[in-house]
């Protein structure tokens, strides 16, 4: 913004918005004054201004503008929404709905906090768009989590401005922990540290073999389409490793296509691993495993010798890190 004086000399400017004022300063004649901070958008602000007049009396005047839209708005999505109840490994997802210059302006306003006293968690950037946060360990059972994006006022660099806050809170459900062994082809179910189940289980044939790790449950479907050719396999009927199948009450574990799911035409559970890197279970289990399961619950895989998918697949991507390497995802620290 500029003030300019056609008649007399300006001894003072001072530009506000509320409380908060922006800088500037006057050319050396001081018939100009020009701020030297940022306007934000749709924002009014007023200007009082002292002169000097010709005869070198004082003047004041109160000037105010408003400033124009914004024409690159960064606003976001996220998971959990409000009054959500999710598992005890759920990640904090916000996605920008475009790249973010200055991650760092950005972080410093963002926030997580609880009602269950501190609770130590970072954020994660896995790409200029999205960013999870996590605590360092899973979240206490019943908590109340509150997220804080404050983007109103907010400049990411790049003519890119935050459109608004964005806070909501939701909870925490029971601790839910599956174990999974490959090798030993078991399934063992977990409520708030209680086994409630022991279930025979088939995995990934080799070429195939289900990955170890910590997986947090994305989601539960009553009936899916699994087909080779959506991930990347035979599209061809008859061809080896072809197939085509409805299937039932599936739990899902990565974007990819890792599902606990019924598998009644697998003979050989407890025995033998025949999958193509799903888990199996019978239709009864299956059944019982998508009822007891909710988004952020954890599913831990052993046995298998095949790591984690670090850091590509969301429902692997939060858990199978140590705590310096998610660290060092932060903005704030780079």
């Given at each position: 913004?500029?003030?300019?004086?056609?008649?007399?000399?300006?001894?003072?400017?001072?530009?506000?918005?509320?409380?908060?004022?922006?800088?500037?300063?006057?050319?050396?004649?001081?018939?100009?004054?020009?701020?030297?901070?940022?306007?934000?958008?749709?924002?009014?602000?007023?200007?009082?201004?002292?002169?000097?007049?010709?005869?070198?009396?004082?003047?004041?005047?109160?000037?105010?503008?408003?400033?124009?839209?914004?024409?690159?708005?960064?606003?976001?999505?996220?998971?959990?929404?409000?009054?959500?109840?999710?598992?005890?490994?759920?990640?904090?997802?916000?996605?920008?709905?475009?790249?973010?210059?200055?991650?760092?302006?950005?972080?410093?306003?963002?926030?997580?906090?609880?009602?269950?006293?501190?609770?130590?968690?970072?954020?994660?950037?896995f790409s200029p768009t999205v960013v999870h946060y996590r605590p360092r360990h899973f979240w206490p059972v019943g908590t109340t989590v509150q997220v804080h994006v404050d983007l109103a006022g907010l400049y990411a660099g790049r003519g890119i401005w935050g459109d608004r806050n964005h806070d909501w809170t939701w909870r925490?459900?029971?601790?839910?922990?599956?174990?999974?062994?490959?090798?030993?082809?078991?399934?063992?179910?977990?409520?708030?540290?209680?086994?409630?189940?022991?279930?025979?289980?088939?995995?990934?044939?080799?070429?195939?073999?289900?990955?170890?790790?910590?997986?947090?449950?994305?989601?539960?479907?009553?009936?899916?389409?699994?087909?080779?050719?959506?991930?990347?396999?035979?599209?061809?009927?008859?061809?080896?490793?072809?197939?085509?199948?409805?299937?039932?009450?599936?739990?899902?574990?990565?974007?990819?296509?890792?599902?606990?799911?019924?598998?009644?035409?697998?003979?050989?559970?407890?025995?033998?691993?025949?999958?193509?890197?799903?888990?199996?279970?019978?239709?009864?289990?299956?059944?019982?495993?998508?009822?007891?399961?909710?988004?952020?619950?954890?599913?831990?895989?052993?046995?298998?010798?095949?790591?984690?998918?670090?850091?590509?697949?969301?429902?692997?991507?939060?858990?199978?890190?140590?705590?310096?390497?998610?660290?060092?995802?932060?903005?704030?620290?780079?």
């Open positions: 913004m500029v003030v300019v004086a056609t008649h007399g000399t300006l001894t003072s400017v001072v530009l506000q918005a509320g409380s908060s004022t922006v800088p500037g300063r006057a050319s050396p004649h001081a018939r100009h004054w020009q701020s030297t901070g940022r306007l934000a958008p749709s924002t009014t602000y007023t200007a009082v201004v002292h002169l000097s007049g010709p005869q070198g009396q004082p003047v004041q005047k109160a000037l105010q503008v408003r400033t124009g839209k914004a024409t690159r708005l960064l606003t976001m999505t996220a998971t959990p929404g409000p009054r959500w109840t999710v598992g005890v490994a759920e990640p904090v997802v916000v996605t920008f709905n475009r790249p973010v210059p200055n991650r760092a302006v950005v972080q410093r306003r963002m926030s997580v906090s609880t009602d269950a006293g501190r609770v130590t968690g970072a954020w994660h950037w925490v459900g029971d601790r839910h922990v599956t174990y999974v062994n490959a090798s030993r082809h078991t399934f063992r179910v977990t409520d708030n540290g209680t086994t409630v189940a022991r279930w025979p289980t088939g995995m990934g044939m080799p070429g195939f073999v289900t990955r170890d790790g910590v997986y947090t449950v994305l989601g539960t479907l009553p009936v899916v389409r699994m087909t080779s050719c959506s991930v990347g396999l035979s599209c061809t009927p008859g061809s080896p490793n072809y197939y085509a199948l409805t299937v039932h009450w599936d739990t899902q574990l990565t974007d990819t296509g890792t599902y606990i799911h019924a598998a009644p035409w697998d003979s050989e559970m407890g025995v033998a691993n025949t999958s193509h890197g799903c888990i199996h279970l019978s239709t009864a289990n299956a059944k019982r495993f998508y009822r007891f399961s909710q988004p952020g619950d954890v599913v831990i895989v052993r046995g298998s010798g095949r790591p984690p998918d670090l850091p590509a697949d969301p429902g692997m991507m939060d858990w199978n890190m140590s705590w310096s390497q998610w660290l060092a995802g932060s903005a704030l620290r780079q």
